[in-house]
């Protein structure tokens, strides 16, 4: 059986739906959640899905998708503009990686600029709300098929 | 009937395929266009797909689609780096922009880092290669919908 | 009976009156608690006094503020030049937010400038010492005040 | 006869009166044409007014100007913040120059604080609408006349 | 009666047609005023004309123009590329306000680049010498006509 | 006796209640001396509460506070962002220095981040409005107060 | 027979001999092809030579030099300073490129410094006028030896 | 008997020997510890080895070091380029702080060249491997003697 | 009989002898004036001596001394870092100008690095205390004796 | 018979132990001398230690050193943070290079900061004092005597 | 008879052919002088012909080119990015000046970008490996025997 | 007998009188040395005079200067912007250092606003010529002076 999909989540995702959904929209994590599932599993791919707001506990579980997962999907939120350590964790992933932002990074913040994730990202999606989740999904899925082949 | 998908690209894209293959992947533009198409058909769109070395045309392009299109794909390539006056092109449609890289900037140089679409893109996709445009189809169709809607 | 008022304390703010007296000055965390609760307590407020050097935890506070709390009074201390989270997280908290800081940063290295708390904060209080703590309780109390009203 | 008043626009000024009205106005190009026909008949010129989004043909066009003008306006839209070979063509020219923009770049994006045409100009007039071509016919009228005496 | 048009004058003004006038050209500031309110008479307002080294004597005339004037011409001369206070008090100015410059920042030092004054102004001209100071009345005068309009 | 507590006002100030109440709130500056007197009254401190657009004056009286005053609380206002010659005056003050803001800087403009009076006040409160005044003046009390003991 | 070396001319190298003889010489295009056709010649080489104000039209033709061409020398004039979508061109083909410039670009503005043509080319020869394009025929044609060889 | 020198290693550091050997080196971290107890042991001290991915172990971990160690030995791994708050934790810290790196980051990306531990560290190794921690003890226990003495 | 030299002093120089006398030493400013008078007497000189806290005072004497002036020796202290308008008035004089200052601005703070009257002055004297308006008379009266010749 | 080890210093590290002892201790050169042959003889190395003030001579040396030395240790002092040419001899030398401070840099000035030695040594050892020679010695033997086996 | 061509090399050039051979080719200097001796030659001029590691000798012999030499071709490897005083020499020098490097420094690190040397020379060519030596010989001549005419 | 004034002088300027007379004056550095003499004699001070184009030969000199100069002037032309060595040697220096500049760098490149000297002389004296040694002879007389008082 193959090996799951990670999709992991940082810092104030789990306020999802009810923290300023102008930008971030109103469908709640768990609703992101359930759609990701379905899309997973219509190709084959269980998931692992989880948040938090603990840089080193995203860095464990970086660890963790380093040796169980077929792909990662990751959404590092704040931590992606600043932290040198989830670059290095990430680094340290040899399967697919697929950054997603639900809102789009180029049109907020200067600060939101610098991606310390992108740049060992295989592939990013960004600005697509949760649909970006799903997309990230396929996405997945396929370069985790190359890899294999 | 909905109108069109555009998707539009820039320069050296008519190269695909040929250039710099660990890159921009083996597969040629006119497969990419297939491929688009397909995906856009299964959602009952129909796609105008066209490549220019030419800035302006580009422009001029991207005003027809500000009239004519449901939602407008583009790889701007070397152009979103360093063009304004694509900016200001684009800042003027009012249907969805999905932007779509084959690579991903952030691993490449510097001077590849500022875009000037991706700040009036809803959506941002890089570095997922050509499927990266028929995630790009998904998404603007379901942006036209609910722009639409 | 009105909401209590947070007041949030980041790293290292646990050594205080210990670690270099000179810039910090020599009042322990307590003894600032002690005087935060009796100004609060003359105007009417609980107070809810914390303190973790671990950023994860500032973030799930500051959560907590945001559904709990008349105010949230934070000296985040070396997170406040740093972290993108705790900014989403603040950004997120609709009552009133008092930074206070012990020391003046202006005065001190470089590094000390960028602050991404004082941005999402309403006011600021620097340079102070253990005073600025209860100065930040009567601007909170009355910014609490006229939030209700 | 004295030779005519060049009146060049760059990129998306064919728009103009559709495009962003609270930022460029809700004058279309061929209305600005008129008034500034109707200005320069008033001082003697002629004028010949055209519009592109070929960075080229702008460029093609500054060169005949340079032969065939009494004076140049230009209005170089987008091309005016990146152009260096606008700016090489310009500063072939020796009749006099003067740069219009529709609305005032010192209050927009950073990106539209530099300027390849403003070097090269006598004079620039910005942020006050169609009205500023209309000055600018004035002010080039009258260096053209100096130039010639 | 309208009320009058101030024009104010930053420092060194006062010199204009002595000193270095192959950059400010050689007429004098009274011969500017005449031609001021020349134009401005042709138009149906008085003028306010002054001019002064002193930035503080600058601001309390801005601040008297904010309740006295149909609109405002100033050339900041220094101050504008160096005074918040000045940008703070055309802030507070609600009629029309152009910046007028006698030579053409953008060909000059680095340090005239930064202006202060065009972000708060409506229109800036620049470069036009005298001339450019009657364009300035025109477009005052169209300007506080559409304010009461 | 002791001596008075001076409250310097900087440009604009004058406008206060006026001025873009959103920013500076609709107090009026005679309302504001009105509250400091108040608490330096309870506090036993006369002030000297004064407002000036012009630097120098703003010099003058940081001068004479150097050998009169108590403490000196400051609101630099524009000058406090660009003003080496205020800053070199504070400098050689010993007698506490508080600087007020009644807005935040940190969430406005970029060029009013920079402060030459926060790095030698000792204490800083910004973005608390009126209110601040008040706190700046039980600060300064305190200070004097240790100062003397 | 060998292949032709390309000879491709950005913007403004129409205008040779008559603008700003002091910077580029007093030779026109045509005698500088003239010259290039004959060192060519001599070592066996046909020429393509050609110049174009269109950036779109000069990567066209470095897309054909790509396929047709033994070695590219190429001035880009103005787009070499800010043309990602040349260099993209360039970067794209596999014969040796010579860049030339006619003045040297260390000596002029500071947006000279920036080449995007540079670091794709073999190499560059700057500042010795027409005589560099013969210099360049000669490295070129000893470079295309060199890869046959 | 003397205080135990604390070694202590920041996140991803658990990979050693498995994440990027080339970078990195192939032993692991066990092996690295069994090389420093060593070394300690021969000049006499104990050594408290541990290894975190948490900002906020680490900075307790400093905390305790700061009153139980004789001397700080610290490989800051990501944290080291980002952590204000573990600079801050590291200043309070008394004993002698050696720094330690596996790799030379001035041979790395840009991003790595900021550090946050070394201007409070009192000596820096890098670029050694693991021999670099056996380095760092004899330097630690020779200033710690040197403290003591 | 000849013009006299001026020596204009800027912001809180009237404070010499009082103010950290560390940096300004401990002469007054009247001690000063008394040796620059001693110095220019024995070289035939008088000597307009003054000084100002106000910007726009030292501009209109700077104004007079164009006039009046053998040579003019400035002190601009603060207002040297920032003024444009001082610049500006500076510029306008022809004969010479010699800049001191009692500190060295080179061993203090980043913003005393940058002026705006050594790039107008002849000369610049630095760091050599109230000795340095002596020399700068003796240079003064040179320069001045040179522009007649 | 090994190769000797290469110790070279750079300039003004004649004077150690006389100069700033506060910064760089109390040994002297020739004290360190005898510190670096005892560990290296300890280690079967002979020694070659030299000291210049000459940047052209320490490259000379390094360039020796390429041919006839086991391992370089380098204390470039004040050329390792400018000399290119430094950089260039060291990056031609295949046997390990090890660079050594007797300070710690990233505590000093922002100019040293820079590093061109840094960015082609294998190792680092900064801020240990004399102590770092020895450990240097250390690090460079077992590197030599893994490059030999 | 006409004076001799100088060629003067800078640091690390007598190692040529064995440094890096994939950077700077594989031809020692001692072949590189007798290509440029054969060139010359067949042009009529002498070659003075010289390599130092000491800057200061390469000033030294660019002051005797000053007075003895017909042109100056110098590569001044590393001393290029970082001599003023090179720079100075250079511009004392009234024969004309080419520029060569073996490698193209804008394919290389960052800090080979900044010419101190360019600024300078009439010419420069670089990349073009031991043939930009000859190709430099035969503009010298050109510009030698057009500054003689 | 009072220990000598050195006065070294950095490259190139044993060209004075020659190179660039319109910057640097007509004076031969040796009529320099006769004024320098002359005035330190009637000072009572001997003087040792001497120029290098070698930087590791001007340190040196300083390094001898440090034992037996009374004070140092030094004129470090170009070395004096690049030279972090040559700052430490003169750090090293207790006397009293005068950095003299014959012309004013404010006035030049910006590569000549960096100084390495300026920031460890206690005196600068720039833009006034060979004047400019005599009066650094006073100056450095007078501080010697205080020194041994």
């Known amino acids: 059986m193959p090996k799951p999909i990670y999709v992991l989540n940082g810092p104030n995702l789990n306020l999802l739906g009810t923290r300023e959904p102008h930008i971030y ?6 609703e992101v ?4 599932r379905g899309r997973a599993g219509a190709l084959g791919h269980e998931v692992v899905f989880r948040q938090t707001n603990h840089e080193g506990e995203l860095i464990d579980w970086v660890q963790q998708a380093r040796v169980s997962a077929a792909a990662l999907i990751i959404n590092p ?4 503009h600043t932290s040198v350590a989830l670059h290095d964790a990430l680094k340290a992933v040899e ?4 950054e997603v932002h639900l809102s789009n990074p180029a049109r907020r913040e200067d600060f939101r600029r610098r991606s310390f994730v992108s740049n060992v ?3 990013v999606i960004a600005g697509l709300g949760a649909q970006g989740y799903e997309l990230a999904v396929e996405a997945a899925a396929r370069l985790a098929a190359e890899g294999e082949a």
Chains 1, 2, 3, 4, 5, 6, 7, 8, 9, 10, 11, 12 share one sequence.
């Open 77 to 80: 939120a704040g931590y992606g």
């Open 121 to 123: 990202a295989q592939g």
């Open 33 to 36: 959640e359930t759609r990701v």
């Open 95 to 98: 399967v697919p990686i697929v």
């Open 25 to 30: 929209g109103s469908e709640t994590l768990g």
